[in-house]
């Protein structure tokens, strides 16, 4: 029992992070019908940017600094790279925010290097929490999921309760029509772009001090971002925030549980081959969840569009 | 969703009557001469091993093409197709009894085989939609099957991969695939045989409603086609190839591991592609030609490959949408017009300052790198041929100096080369 209340701290941190992320990318992809391949990288730069910051002037300043350099390079990407692209369509739009995660990723290696960075959490917050059966929950931690529940309920606000918001929310679903009415709506959508981007750079500020720093962290975190708000279904906020607890939860558990599929088998009545090593089932006798945790978003996200292509909580086909 | 490539008029294909299944028989003729004399101007084996990755990267960006320019999908794991297909080779050289009764030319039928049913399963269900969620669903199958090498080590061998010995095969006419060269005319002939069987099947009814799907889907869906078997045509097609080009890749390499199947592999073949021109058939050939020889020599010469070709990607979405082959085919009504002589003098006005600035420029990035990166105390680097002092002002001088100049005169004479290109595209005694 109190293992399972450890874990869904864990997996409610992760999920929580991931969440930050795939917000931004989702409220970006029903603005522009794009997906931004290189939100994850702009997670990384939040990352980079606030351990640069935190050398000179501490850990918070970045916390403060790093996401709005972020946001305002974000902004600087829509403006003069994906708005020139976008006549091309959506494919060579797609296309462009690919190269450009490739070329962040170059870029922080050729800044930073290759090795990861000593980026740590302020020593303000480096104590224990609270601690549930000998499982100690670092108050890091707890400050990592107030500061994104904190962010979720002031999108939420400002996206539904206020007079931006309500323009935000029309230029999404009606762009010519909330321009007829006197809105600059590129504007709007630099905007969205920027403040997208500049939520994945919260997360990584946050992030780097318990993932790491290194030039990798976008590549293990982005193809699961998107794999976040598929499942989510794209465009829905709700969607993403379930999806993204969801996945947080799944690949915690999994790798808390040492479950065995030779358990599972051998339940199912199947009797194990011997021996084992010869066997040309012997992946599936040894396999194991903590091995698969990593893989079951995928899993999971095959099965959606499979069978409910439009994801969770998306309307019908994106 | 409205896609993506708009058809370009000038393209020679347009001209041709649909399902003409006739071979433009100059280029095809010199395309397959110049690869059988290749190895006689080339003869050392590295020059052989180039060619030889040369050729299977070819196979494969066309393959990829066959989804990305005639059938308007992105696909962010295709790399999977191609590497099953190898994987199904390889085990395949590892079932000796079996293999023994084969003659090595043979095995990419079987690696185009396995390729294509993968495709087929995986089409099933990502072929419904082009576009965004296409993109997704490839990314997601990728990563499944790239993270699952490690899990299924009975078929693709985990972390230290499989590996196969060619050799064991049914001599074919004696050959026994020991040496480099022989390798090398098996996997050309290859890839003359499905260069051309792709070239078709651009041209069969299939083909030609593919590039009607990517255009316009709903269009294309009025007119009784279903859009989703068209797309599923291609991809199980794509498919083929790419399973064709990992079999290649197994006989050429002997050994297949994690690293064929994962997101920068099919990541690089995007780019190889895009870089090539992906609106027209031969640019995907030329973007292997290219992208082969330029990762061959920078990566020799410079750690910072990546950050280049990352730079030139980016770039070239945003300039040159048509990608290399869209360069080339831009000077086709030049030339139409007889004209194409008087853009000689302006290009190289212009473009000889152009080529300082970026050699200027990448000797600054490769100084500063140098400055942060290297070694405390060794402050000596070599760059095109000469060595000197990082640390000294002189080669920052000389650097920042160059870059400038160049950019400056490039900025200078730019108009002039518009104002050459727009006299050269506009007919004689025209309003213009």
């Not at chain 1, 000998?134 to 999921?145: C, D, E, Q, Y």
């Not at chain 2, 049913?117 to 576009?131: E, H, K, N, Q």
């Not at chain 2, 990546?306 to 831009?330: D, E, K, N, Q, S």
Request: net charge negative; aromatic share 14%.
């Amino acid at each position: 029992m109190d293992l399972i209340l450890v874990n869904l701290i864990d997996g409610l941190v992760t999920g929580l992070l991931l969440f930050m992320l795939s917000a931004g990318l989702t409220l970006i992809f029903s603005m522009m019908g794009v997906l931004n391949f290189a939100h994850a990288s702009f997670y990384m730069l939040g990352a980079y940017f606030a351990y640069q910051i935190s050398i000179y002037l501490g850990f918070w300043m970045g916390l403060l600094i790093a996401p709005l350099v972020v946001g305002v390079l974000g902004a600087g990407v829509e403006r003069y790279g994906l708005r020139r692209v976008h006549q091309y369509g959506h494919v060579p739009e797609l296309i462009f925010t690919f190269g450009l995660a490739l070329l962040i990723e170059e870029l922080v290696q050729f800044i930073w290097g290759k090795n990861a960075m000593p980026y740590e959490a302020p020593e303000s917050l480096q104590f224990t929490a609270f601690s549930i059966a000998g499982n100690s929950i670092p108050a890091f931690k707890v400050f990592m999921i107030f500061t994104s529940v904190l962010i979720f309920i002031g999108l939420l606000y400002v996206l539904t309760r206020t007079r931006v918001g309500m323009i935000i929310q029309a230029a999404l679903s009606y762009p010519r029509t909330v321009e007829a009415l006197g809105h600059n709506v590129p504007l709007i959508f630099m905007g969205v772009f920027g403040v997208g981007t500049a939520l994945a750079g919260v997360a990584g500020v946050i992030a780097g001090p318990v993932l790491s720093t290194f030039p990798g962290m976008a590549f293990v975190l982005g193809s699961i971002v998107f794999v976040t708000i598929v499942i989510g279904g794209l465009g829905s906020l709700w969607g993403a925030l379930v999806a993204s607890l969801l996945i947080g939860w799944i690949t915690t558990f999994a790798k808390a549980y040492n479950l065995r599929m030779e358990d599972l088998l051998t339940t199912l009545g199947f009797t194990k081959p011997e021996p084992i090593w010869d066997s040309a089932w012997r992946d599936l006798w040894t396999l194991t969840s903590p091995q698969i945790a990593d893989i079951l978003p995928y899993i999971l996200m095959v099965l959606i569009l499979i069978f409910r292509p439009y994801g969770l909580f998306g309307k019908r086909d994106a | 969703m409205t896609e993506d490539f708009a058809t370009d008029p000038t393209k020679p294909a347009q001209r041709l009557r649909a399902g003409s299944l006739t071979i433009p028989l100059i280029p095809w003729l010199i395309a397959g001469a110049l690869v059988i004399v290749m190895p006689l101007f080339f003869q050392a084996n590295s020059a052989i091993t180039i060619m030889n990755q040369m050729a299977i990267t070819i196979i494969f960006a066309l393959a990829y093409n066959m989804l990305l320019g005639q059938g308007g999908m992105l696909s962010f794991g295709h790399a999977v197709y191609m590497g099953v297909g190898g994987f199904a080779t390889v085990h395949i050289m590892n079932m000796s009894d079996f293999f023994a009764m084969l003659p090595l030319p043979v095995m990419p039928i079987f690696g185009g085989l396995v390729g294509m049913v993968l495709a087929m399963i995986v089409g099933s269900f990502s072929t419904r939609s082009a576009g965004t969620v296409f993109a997704m669903i490839s990314l997601g199958v990728g990563e499944l099957i790239a993270a699952c090498s490690v899990i299924i080590v009975v078929f693709f061998g985990g972390e230290e991969g499989i590996s196969g010995d060619r050799t064991y095969g049914l001599p074919f006419f004696g050959i026994e695939f020991l040496q480099q060269i022989e390798v090398y005319y098996l996997i050309a002939f290859w890839l003359m045989v499905s260069a051309a069987l792709m070239y078709l099947f651009s041209r069969t009814p299939v083909g030609r409603m593919a590039n009607a799907v990517r255009d316009n889907p709903e269009r294309a869906e009025f007119l009784g086609y279903s859009a989703r078997w068209v797309r599923f045509y291609s991809f199980v097609a794509s498919g083929f190839f790419a399973g064709i080009a990992g079999a290649l890749f197994a006989i050429n390499y002997e050994i297949l591991t994690e690293e064929n199947l994962n997101l920068t592999t099919s990541g690089l073949i995007l780019l190889v592609t895009f870089l090539g021109g992906a609106g027209f058939f031969f640019g995907p050939v030329l973007g292997a030609i290219v992208f082969t020889l330029v990762q061959t020599v920078l990566s020799l010469e410079t750690e910072l490959w990546g950050f280049y070709a990352g730079i030139l990607f980016v770039a070239t979405v945003m300039y040159f949408p048509g990608g290399l082959a869209g360069l080339i085919m831009m000077h086709v009504p030049a030339l139409r017009l007889g004209k194409a002589g008087r853009l000689i003098v302006p290009y190289l006005k212009t473009l000889i300052p152009g080529l300082f600035t970026v050699l200027g420029a990448s000797a600054l990035i490769e100084m500063i790198f140098h400055y942060r990166h290297a070694a405390v105390g060794d402050d000596e680097m070599t760059l095109f041929w000469t060595s000197f002092d990082s640390h000294s002002a002189l080669p920052w001088i000389v650097a920042i100096a160059v870059t400038v100049v160049g950019f400056w005169l490039t900025k200078k004479t730019a108009p002039d080369m518009a104002a050459a290109w727009h006299d050269a595209n506009s007919p004689d005694g025209g309003a213009a």
